[in-house]
DNA sequence: TGAATTTAGATTGTCGACAATTAATAACGT
DNA sequence: ACGTTATTAATTGTCGACAATCTAAATTCA
């Protein structure tokens, strides 16, 4: 398991609530493995643990479903979503068509600004990549920090609610506890590289047809280390 | 305002708690307009109207968001989704790439005895409408079961959730409430045919690409409807 | 002994009341 | 008279307790 430190947050959340800081931290210990996949989660218990009252951790719950980390049945309760390949494509089959259409629409809508910024985070990563070798964090991070600009330059709220909000935890998930190290880091840099050139020429087509086949060779990688994570147990 | 009546549980939800059926009811009522759009939730009065405790209130209000028919801010409350010409164009981008690949996925995905259905289906449809003219529900209703039917078939359970359960009730929102009547039936009711046949012959390619222009027709009427409903005022 | 039923325990769903925050009204000063 | 600051009222967030339901252990019967 690699390690994973410090700002989770992606997603700007401002939390103001009691129930907003539980969410936080639930969806980070959900995603890092601490709160493992699968288990049973019991409602007194870890509102104990986090010195709330049941209702609090309820409402934090109903965020959690709400971005897939957990699942609900009435009567019985919650448990956390149980990590596996056929979901694992589920996933990625969405992500890719509506980070494709993000992508297109980024093509149109991005502002000069922000695609020379998208460049200079590329050139960044390269440079930090090249220093921390073989740390998975950063990549991590800056992987997320690529498609993040990209989604948000395609102007359309609800696509980026859909995608930031409610679909990454789930697949930040997959990849913190898949253990995305691997040698995909050189390749995907250059794959970024013609995302970026294709939406700086304005051209959605090209550059929703890249990301799709990104995030396809992304899954594919993925794939891998959790036939390799099946097959030792 | 086109009359709506029963059934309006499309997507298959088994009313267990108390909250559920709160849920549902509301879900209804805004979708109808009863509960008018962007006006704000009190949730003492609410709940006093449903005859239930703000708890279970709150619990159907979290769904509710999660479907994108009512909007939270923190320590201010609840305002019932507005339905703005902007957001109905983003929805519907969304709604075409989702739709596009489920009906893509449907064309490798549905079992024959399923698309057989599917025709019988719109013969159906075609019978009722002749009789029914003008009957703006059975249209709708006509429409939706076509329209869930492809995407149970790509038999992806994430994608099918995501359009079913959480996407389509904001969509019916603005087709209730804009009013689908209109000259669109019999061009529809082609189109729909002509997805029929690509899915049967196993096109994937060709089934997305005609679903995607069906939805883009489908939003160019309702923006129609928008515009005409804006002018009036 | 094994399967079905009953019973006991624990968990979730729901409620009413209190605390914290916001929105609306009134008071104040310039 | 107008803008600003207090004060009040209402609303949301949170809590602890009770009721309904499920799970699992114990009992009964074949």
């Not at 493995?33 to 951790?57: F, H, N």
């Not at 089959?93 to 809508?109: F, H, K, M, P, T």
Request: hydrophobic share 40%.
């Amino acid at each position: 398991m690699t390690e994973q430190k410090a700002n989770d947050n992606y997603n700007d959340i401002t939390i103001t609530t009691a129930s907003d800081q539980v969410f936080v931290d639930m969806r980070r210990e959900i995603v890092q493995g601490t709160i493992e996949q699968g288990s049973k989660i019991s409602e007194p218990e870890l509102a104990k643990r986090y010195g709330v009252s049941r209702a609090t951790l309820r409402e934090a719950l109903n965020r959690l479903e709400s971005c897939y980390l957990v699942e609900r049945k009435a009567n019985v309760g919650c448990r956390v979503v149980a990590l596996t390949a056929e979901r694992l494509i589920e996933v990625y089959q969405v992500r890719s068509a509506l980070e494709g259409l993000a992508c297109r629409l980024a093509a149109d809508n991005m502002e000069p600004q922000e695609v020379q910024g998208l460049k200079q985070l590329l050139n960044q990563h390269l440079q930090t990549q090249r220093v921390k070798e073989g740390e998975s964090y950063y990549q991590e991070a800056g992987d997320l920090d690529f498609h993040y600009r990209i989604i948000k330059g395609s102007k359309n709220a609800h696509l980026i609610h859909l995608l930031c909000n409610e679909l990454y935890q789930l697949i930040r998930m997959y990849r913190v506890q898949m253990g995305m190290a691997g040698p995909r880091v050189s390749k995907a840099f250059d794959e970024h590289l013609a995302i970026i050139n294709a939406i700086e020429n304005h051209d959605g087509e090209l550059a929703e047809m890249l990301m799709k086949r990104h995030i396809s060779a992304s899954q594919a990688n993925i794939q891998t280390k959790f036939d390799l994570h099946a097959a030792k147990k």
